[in-house]
């Protein structure tokens, strides 16, 4: 295996399936399965999921709410989602933990990178959820955030076109895609991969990120290997 420990950032909106709102049990056993083939080769995971599909704090504000309450909800979206990929994950056989940035006892443990970092080695899948705990931030700088801290060797971003393309390959049938950025690439370009916040504490830190389409069985593990899947964003 290339990496040894990964931080793979899921969106809410990739657990909807075919659905318009909400999870879908099927696209859930199917992740299980995916992370259940790289955690059988030893390969370490922790894992960050958004919450847009059950609530997104800034559509929330645009509608008038309170934008800080507004992201708390989301946080929260966020912990709902963690609980079923937890559950989806336990039920192939693999061994998890759930720790939040916001303390809520009864489900999860409370966010503590020693923690992480024991359960990781000791080859549980530890899933982070409710953000970085702080209103104003998305769940991408909590995957980089988190990522940094529990030094992961790369931030795998799976979503649901297979890389970074020169535009929108959903709306702009001529775009063509990257295999390999650098970041001043990405700036130089104005390409959208993460937010800044979370685009330039990856830069900082040089950890490498990797877009690449989560919904092809088999990505996941060819990832893992090095092998040239979506596009690799680095120093």
């Known amino acids: 295996m290339k990496y040894n420990r990964i931080l793979l950032k899921l969106s809410g909106e990739a657990l909807m399936g075919e659905r318009q709102y909400g999870i879908d049990p099927a696209r859930l056993a199917e992740y299980a399965h995916e992370i259940k083939q790289i955690h059988d080769q030893g390969v370490q995971i922790a894992i960050v999921i958004g919450g847009g599909n059950i609530f997104r704090g800034v559509s929330g504000a645009s509608n008038g709410m309170d934008r800080v309450q507004g992201d708390y909800m989301g946080m929260l979206a966020t912990v709902i989602n963690g609980m079923a990929l937890q559950g989806a994950l336990e039920d192939v056989g693999m061994q998890t933990r759930l720790q939040t ?20 080695e000791k080859g549980r899948i530890v899933i982070f959820g409710a953000g970085t705990g702080n209103p104003y931030f998305t769940t991408d700088t909590a995957a980089v955030l988190r990522g940094v801290e529990i030094e992961a060797d790369v931030i795998l971003k799976g979503t649901r076109v297979d890389g970074i393309y020169t535009a929108d390959p959903e709306k702009d049938p001529s775009a063509t895609k990257y295999d390999t950025l650098t970041f001043a690439d990405v700036l130089a370009k104005g390409l959208n991969v993460m937010d800044t916040t979370a685009f330039t504490l990856s830069q900082e830190n040089e950890l490498p990120i990797i877009v690449f389409d989560m919904n092809k069985p088999g990505n996941l593990v060819k990832v893992c290997h090095g092998e040239l899947v979506g596009t690799t964003v680095n120093v």
Do not use: D, F, Q, S
């Not at 940035?101 to 990781?120: C, F, G, Q, S, T």
């Open 101 to 120: 940035a916001l303390e809520i006892k009864a489900i999860a443990e409370p966010y503590i990178k020693r923690k992480a970092v024991r359960h990781l």
